[in-house]
């Protein structure tokens, strides 16, 4: 068998590159989806206003996991 030297530089510089130019997009691709996603703000509501959303541990109160899963679901939400 005869493992050509040129053609065996020419297949590694190719994956090397391949591997780079694939790092180099996840990076970038990772902070434009950093960038354009939004930031939460759980701020304490000022003056008359009241959370819209409370945080439940599922089961404790209210509906299981199940049931608002079913209901969402349901509604489309």
């Given at each position: ?76 939400e």
């Amino acid at each position: 068998m005869i493992i050509s030297l040129p053609r065996t530089v020419r297949r590694l510089y190719f994956m090397t590159m391949l591997v780079a130019v694939s790092c180099v997009l996840y990076y970038v691709l990772s902070w434009v989806s950093a960038w354009i996603s939004p930031t939460r703000n759980v701020e304490i509501p000022e003056g008359t206003a009241v959370r819209a959303f409370q945080d439940v541990q599922y089961g404790e109160q209210g509906q299981s996991a199940a049931e608002r899963l079913r209901l969402f679901y349901w509604y489309g939400e």
